[in-house]
């Protein structure tokens, strides 16, 4: 056997030290997950929450550990330690059981298997994850509380969005940007985009009723474009009121959009409708053709991660 190499004597008390900090972190998550499981009983008793997954909160918190982080830790790496530190919580509670698509020809835009690559990099260990074939399953299993969440991607979300508006609605996203490969293309855009998956939950109040704070967002789907949109024009009318053109499906006649709530309140709905039916050059909305002319749907808002660069905040 060959001989061991010595140990340098000043790493001795150097790894007595970490030995005795990571103690005390083992400590720490301990008593955090007991209080977690505090807070998880109150939530039952009160029939607050139908499951602990709360992505402004989450969110929220990440935002002021990153803020008030000294650093050299990375922000990046802050974000990743708390999602299986979230992860754990919610399993105290109750464990998420995530659905996604698991078929050839369900991921337009998409690689094939991104979407388990897009939990695994959003949620945690803890979490269950559940393949499903079809989009009509996945969206049933989801509405009927099968599911506590589901992801799917731009295209399949613009293509079905008017039905997921029913019963479902959008409560955060996954950006891609940087972590996972992803080989389509956003169309209309002409290059190459990272597009996010969309996390999907039961509707049980109007994504309306998130409180509207400075960097919410809220997920649009434009409908009623018709078989052959006018991109510029969507894209124009995009510019004009600060949204980001991320998706059409001519097919369908469905665009996505999103706007990120600035300091200054955003114009009602049906006014930016109205203006998007006047950029696209379509007649003024009358009840006997209100189904074929373009609207705006609200699919979600959402606090949207924070972008952070590698380094230390």
């Known amino acids: 056997m060959p001989p061991q190499p010595s140990t340098p004597a000043d790493l001795t008390p150097l790894r007595k030290e970490i030995e005795s900090l990571d103690r005390e972190l083992v400590a720490l998550l301990n008593k955090r997950l007991e209080v977690s499981g505090a807070i998880g009983a109150v939530k039952r008793r009160s029939r607050s929450h139908s499951h602990p997954f709360d992505p402004d ?17 990375s922000a990046a790496s802050l ?5 299986e530190i979230f992860s754990s919580s919610r399993a105290r509670q109750s464990p998420l059981t995530i659905g996604y698509l698991d078929g050839p020809h369900d991921h337009a835009d998409c690689a094939h298997h991104t979407p388990l690559l897009a939990a695994c990099s959003r949620f945690g260990v803890e979490e269950n ?6 989009v009509k399953t996945l969206l049933k299993e989801t509405a009927a509380g099968h599911l506590t969440l589901s992801l799917l991607c731009p295209g399949v979300l613009a293509a079905h969005g008017a039905e997921i508006g029913k019963h479902l609605y959008v409560c955060g996203e ?6 996972l490969p992803v080989s ?32 919410t967002r809220l997920l649009l789907l434009a409908a009623g474009l018709g078989k052959k949109p006018s991109l510029p024009a969507l894209q124009r009318w ?3 009121h600060g949204a980001r053109f991320l998706y059409a499906s001519a097919h369908d006649g469905a665009a996505l959009i999103d706007i990120d ?23 003024a909305k009358s ?18 991660e924070e972008a952070t660069p590698h380094g230390h905040a």
């Open 174 to 179: 996954i950006p891609l940007r940087g972590r």
């Open 261 to 283: 709530i600035p300091a200054i309140p955003l114009p009602p709905l049906l006014h930016l409708e109205e203006t998007l039916r006047h950029a696209l050059g379509a007649p």
């Open 79 to 83: 974000r990743a330690i708390y999602r």
């Open 238 to 240: 995009c510019r004009a």
């Open 184 to 215: 389509g293309k956003g169309k209309g855009t002409g290059k190459k985009t990272a597009l996010p998956f969309y996390i999907l939950t039961r509707r049980e109040t109007e994504p309306a009723a998130t409180p509207l704070v400075p960097g």
């Open 129 to 134: 994850y559940c393949a499903v074939p079809r």
């Open 57 to 73: 909160r989450e969110e929220s918190l990440l935002r002021l550990l990153t803020r008030e982080n000294p650093g050299p830790l």
């Open 287 to 304: 009840k006997s053709k209100a189904a074929s002319q373009p609207r705006l749907l609200l699919l979600g808002a959402y606090l949207a």
